[in-house]
């Protein structure tokens, strides 16, 4: 069994973001921002806060802004420092030093699957982390649901799938974990024995989705290259994490967090409303706010 530590981190980013047009027709949807950070560097700061030190960002030819947000913009520090404003000087400059960031292109969007199978190389052969920005995570009293995530991948030495339950009527729209034997009481983490990408609500194995948090051992990549079109004619992830099962104990592990689905407008709007009301300079405002809109109601 694989015992390596997980270093690294995939982050694939090379979506059309079809549910957040027209938004997303010139502007990657990762870097819609929830109140004034973009919703990539939530899942960065987690991925370092987890003791990530590199990551790969899959990318597309619509991308280049997020290649910019993570490098020294000189121009823009020079005229903050002129101007005395030093900590947004240092705010702007810890973005690009908070750890080594490399970027490779999808060249066409295939699915998940293809996207992740992009980074083999990158990986070679090691234990990693994939991180999707859809899921922004959390878990201010405890651990970055990655971390969780890495601390089970170390004790079991196996691959880790996140998950949290969803409402049962939601359940078509995630990968599905199906868990061998009983979950026992107070156990967050659960051994395998099948994944369907988004099933029939009738025909769900479980209400507990894959979100959008993986640690994986690096033999997902020989699946990848043999891996069919699955669900939307897609290269799916889930596809080849089944076919994993077959060669090595694969585990679901119930982390620790609210999880905000910002890939989906109500979701976004959601995480927009709580993260405001989080921050000290904007909450007193965005309450006020509430409640008069509430009174109207
Ligand atoms: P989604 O299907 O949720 O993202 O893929 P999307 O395609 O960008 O969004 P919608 O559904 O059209 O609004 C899950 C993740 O996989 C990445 C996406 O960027 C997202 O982070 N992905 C998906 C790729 O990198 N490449 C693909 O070919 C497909």
Redesign the pocket.
Same mark, same amino acid.
């Given at each position: 069994m694989n015992r390596l530590p997980v270093r690294k981190a995939v982050i694939?980013?090379? @979506? /059309?973001?079809?549910?957040?047009l027209p938004a997303t027709k010139a502007l990657p #949807?990762e870097m819609l921002p929830i109140v004034d950070i973009p919703t990539v560097q939530y899942i960065v700061e987690e991925a370092v806060n987890s003791g990530i030190e590199e990551i790969l960002i899959?990318t597309n030819s619509n991308k280049h802004c997020m290649e910019n947000h993570f490098d020294r913009s000189y121009e823009l520090e020079k005229r903050l420092n002129e101007s005395g404003k030093t900590e947004l000087e240092k705010m702007i400059r810890d973005i690009s030093d908070m750890v080594n960031i490399y970027y490779v292109r999808?060249k066409q969007? #295939? =699915? /998940?699957g293809?996207?992740v199978l992009c980074a083999k190389s990158f990986i070679g052969n090691e234990p990693f982390a994939i991180m /999707? @920005?859809?899921d922004v995570v959390i878990n201010d009293d405890g651990e970055p649901a990655l971390k969780q995530l890495i601390d089970a991948y170390n004790e079991k030495g196996a691959s880790v799938v996140g998950v949290q339950t969803v409402a049962h009527d939601q359940v078509n729209k995630y990968g599905i974990i199906k868990p061998l034997g009983e979950i026992k009481q107070g156990d967050r983490r659960v051994k395998l024995s099948g994944m369907v990408e988004k099933p029939d609500i009738d025909s769900a194995p479980s209400d507990m989705a894959v979100l959008g948090r993986y640690v994986l051992t690096p033999e997902i990549f020989d699946l990848l290259e043999t891996q069919q079109q699955g669900k939307g004619g897609?290269i799916q992830l889930t596809d080849a994490i089944v076919r994993l099962m077959d060669l090595q104990a694969v585990y679901a592990y119930d982390f620790e967090g609210v999880r905000y689905d910002v =890939?989906d407008k109500f979701g976004f709007i959601k995480a927009t409303i709580d993260f405001s009301l989080n921050r000290e300079d904007l909450s007193d405002k965005v309450k006020e706010y509430i409640k008069e809109l509430a009174s109207q109601l």
């Amino acid at each position: 069994m694989n015992r390596l530590p997980v270093r690294k981190a995939v982050i694939p980013a090379a @979506g /059309l973001g079809t549910r957040f047009l027209p938004a997303t027709k010139a502007l990657p #949807k990762e870097m819609l921002p929830i109140v004034d950070i973009p919703t990539v560097q939530y899942i960065v700061e987690e991925a370092v806060n987890s003791g990530i030190e590199e990551i790969l960002i899959i990318t597309n030819s619509n991308k280049h802004c997020m290649e910019n947000h993570f490098d020294r913009s000189y121009e823009l520090e020079k005229r903050l420092n002129e101007s005395g404003k030093t900590e947004l000087e240092k705010m702007i400059r810890d973005i690009s030093d908070m750890v080594n960031i490399y970027y490779v292109r999808q060249k066409q969007p #295939k =699915g /998940l699957g293809h996207a992740v199978l992009c980074a083999k190389s990158f990986i070679g052969n090691e234990p990693f982390a994939i991180m /999707l @920005g859809d899921d922004v995570v959390i878990n201010d009293d405890g651990e970055p649901a990655l971390k969780q995530l890495i601390d089970a991948y170390n004790e079991k030495g196996a691959s880790v799938v996140g998950v949290q339950t969803v409402a049962h009527d939601q359940v078509n729209k995630y990968g599905i974990i199906k868990p061998l034997g009983e979950i026992k009481q107070g156990d967050r983490r659960v051994k395998l024995s099948g994944m369907v990408e988004k099933p029939d609500i009738d025909s769900a194995p479980s209400d507990m989705a894959v979100l959008g948090r993986y640690v994986l051992t690096p033999e997902i990549f020989d699946l990848l290259e043999t891996q069919q079109q699955g669900k939307g004619g897609e290269i799916q992830l889930t596809d080849a994490i089944v076919r994993l099962m077959d060669l090595q104990a694969v585990y679901a592990y119930d982390f620790e967090g609210v999880r905000y689905d910002v =890939g989906d407008k109500f979701g976004f709007i959601k995480a927009t409303i709580d993260f405001s009301l989080n921050r000290e300079d904007l909450s007193d405002k965005v309450k006020e706010y509430i409640k008069e809109l509430a009174s109207q109601l």
